[in-house]
């Protein structure tokens, strides 16, 4: 056995060995600093912030934003959420990235009402740990009071993949952020698992059909069929579907012409700092 070992790392040879070691360390040193870095970005006032996308319906009218979050670390630079929110699931840091988040947007929200603009309804990207976590109700009552905001402009984006680890406690957590007239929807729809059954015991309100289905709607039969499915689904249960990801007019053309009502992608808005979803897309209420 030893012998048969010896030969494969003789066979890999020295310099693999070495680099696979290295790789090794860099995730762990990184994974880290990560925790670090980010405790201190969450502290400090100037290295996070949140950008805007529009949310259109077939006459590009807006009808909603999504908050995506942004991290500007002082040497690495902006990383990007694709990166760092899936490190973040890893720990509990998750949570206190969303509860943050959370209070970034009501501020804003605040603010833009204050100012005399008329609100579109806001998403915030939830994780799964915080969808289960104890307090999230009291938290989320608790900011919606702090900053005057009625839940109805409030909508959570949960990624099917998390709803199915504990489905009664999704459910149970889900009805009670309904109570708070908070929209839901089940983001990047069609790339979890979850049953027609499960879908049918949330309490959701929107399906967004993930991107890696757009993508090539036009182009390619089955992505096609998948996406008119969907909104199929969705229409039969009384859900609101939202393409997410349009980048073309020939995709928003076949999503339109399959019944989709609401479209999310850089062909409409990319994402906005506040300052230019302020001056591109809201408007003064008189
Ligand atoms: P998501 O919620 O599915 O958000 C959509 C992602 O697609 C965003 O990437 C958005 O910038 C990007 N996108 C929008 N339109 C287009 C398009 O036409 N083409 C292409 N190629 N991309 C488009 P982003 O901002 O990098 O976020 C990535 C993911 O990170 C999000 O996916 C979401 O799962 C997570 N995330 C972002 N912000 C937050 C947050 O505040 N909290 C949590 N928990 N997760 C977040
Ligand atoms: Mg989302
Ligand atoms: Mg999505
Ligand atoms: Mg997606």
Redesign the pocket.
């Known amino acids: 056995q030893a012998d048969i070992a010896m030969y494969h790392a003789k066979q890999a040879g020295r310099d693999n060995y070495q680099i696979f070691n290295q790789e090794m360390m860099t995730k762990s040193v990184r994974q880290f600093n990560f925790e670090q870095e980010m405790k201190k970005a969450l502290q400090v006032d100037d290295q996070i912030h949140m950008v805007y ?1 529009s949310k259109v319906d077939n006459n590009k009218a807006v009808t909603g934003l ?4 942004r991290w500007h670390h002082p040497v690495e630079g902006l990383i ?3 990166e760092f ?1 899936p490190l973040a699931e890893e720990s509990n840091l ?1 949570i206190n ?2 509860r943050k ?1 959370i209070k970034v947007v009501l501020q804003q929200l605040n603010q833009w009402q204050q100012e005399g603009f008329s609100l579109y309804p806001v998403s ?4 799964g740990k915080h969808l289960v976590s104890d307090d999230l109700i009291s938290f989320v009552q608790e900011q919606l009071n702090t900053y005057q905001i009625d839940g109805s402009l409030i909508e959570f ?1 949960i ?1 099917e993949g998390v709803l199915l680890t504990d489905i009664e406690r999704s459910i149970e957590a889900m009805t009670a952020l309904k109570s708070l007239d908070i929209t839901l929807s089940v ?2 729809f069609g790339t979890g698992y979850s049953s027609l059954n499960y879908l049918k015991r949330l309490p959701i309100d929107v399906l967004k059909i993930d ?1 890696s289905f757009v993508d090539e709607c036009a182009n390619t039969i089955e992505d096609g069929q998948i996406c008119a499915t969907v909104i199929n689904l969705a229409q039969n249960l009384g859900l609101e579907a939202v393409a ?4 073309t007019a020939e995709q928003w053309q076949f999503l339109a012409s399959k019944g989709c009502e609401i479209f ?4 409409f808005n990319k ?1 906005m700092s506040a300052e230019d979803t302020e001056l591109k897309l809201l408007s003064k209420q008189n």
Not at 66 to 69: D, K, R
Not at 124 to 127: M, Q, R
Not at 244 to 247: A, D, I, L, Q, T
């Open positions: 996308q999504e908050a995506l979050i990007s959420p694709a929110i998750i990235i969303d988040v915030i990207n939830l994780s984006e990624t983001d990047d991107r997410e990801g349009v980048e999310q992608g850089y062909y994402p």
